[in-house]
C-alpha cells in the first residue's frame, strides 16, 4: 500500500504541480539527485570516483510531450557525454527513451539514439537505456536491437526488471548477443497481469535472472571492466538488498567468475557505505547520478522504495 501510492504520486500531474511548489521538497530531494545543474551531475561524480566508486549520469526527465522539448533532452545528453570527455571523469550515461521522443514519434526517438550512440562511440563512451514502465518495454527492446545489431553499436546496454513475469525470457534472448545487462527489481506501478506482486516472488526471480546473467559472462570468456572504467562487464547487479548482493557473490564465486566481470550499482544517496565497501572488496561499483530540474518522478519513486526515505523527506518539513 505504501509503496503503491508513491509510486502513484510519481506518475500524477496534480501531485507533481503541487509539491514541485514546496522548498522543502527540493531540499528532501536534494539527497537523491546531485542538483539541477549538469555541473553539478560532474561534481558529484567526481566525489564518487575520488571514493574508487564509477557512476552513470541521468539527465532527469521522462514522457516529454512536444518534439521541441525531445530534440532538447537529445542536446542535454549530448553535452554530457562533452561534458564527461573534457572533465575525464569515469561514467558513463544512462538514458529513458520517452525523454527524446519514444512516445511522440518512434523514428526520431531512433534518430536521436543513434546520434548519441555515435557520439558516445567517438569517445570510446557508453550509453545504458533505462526501462520504464510496461507499455514500453517493446518499443525498448525494438531500438536496443536495432541499434546494437542491426547497426552494430556495441557501446549500448539495457536495463532489464525482474519484477516482470516476461523478464525470464527477455534475459535469454539479450543474452544471446550477449548484451550488457543492468538488473534491477522494478520502480513502477504495475498491474498483477504483468508483474509479481509479491516482493518475495520478485527477489526470488532476481536471482534467478542474476544467475543466468552470471553465467552468461563466464561463457562469453567473462569480459572486465574497461581500463578506463567506462565501458562495463556483461552483468550489472542494480540492487540496494544485501541478500541480492551476497547471492550474486557468492554464485559469481561458485562458478569462477573473476570480480571485475561483473559491477554492482547502486543509486545517488542511497548505501553510500555499502557502496564503499563493496569497491574495498574489489568489485567494480557504479552509482546512478541523477540532476536536473525534472527530478519529481525519480524522487517520489525513490521514497516509494523505502519508509525510510519518507522520514528523511518529512523531517525537511520541519527544516527553515
Partial sequence: MFRSFFVYLSQADWAKHTIMKWNFAWRAARRFVAGEKLEDGIEAVRNLNALNINATLDQLGEHTETITDAERATQGILEMLEAIQAAQVRANVSIKLTQIGLKLDQQLCTENVHRIL??????????????EDASCVDDTLRIFYDMRVTKGYDNVGLVIQAYLYRTMDDLAKLLEIPARIRLCKGAYKESEDVAFPRKKDVNENYDRASKLLLDAALKAGAPVLSADKRIPPIPA??????????????????????KDAMEFQMLYGIRRELQIKLAAEGYPVRVYVPFGSEWYAYNMRRLAERPANLWFFISNFFKK
Fill in 118 to 131: 555515435g557520439l558516445a562511440k567517438k569517445y570510446n563512451n557508453f550509453v545504458r537505456i533505462d526501462m
Fill in 237 to 258: 547487479i542494480a540492487t540496494h538488498d544485501e541478500n541480492r548482493i551476497a547471492f550474486a557473490k557468492d554464485y559469481s564465486k561458485q562458478i569462477g567468475l573473476p
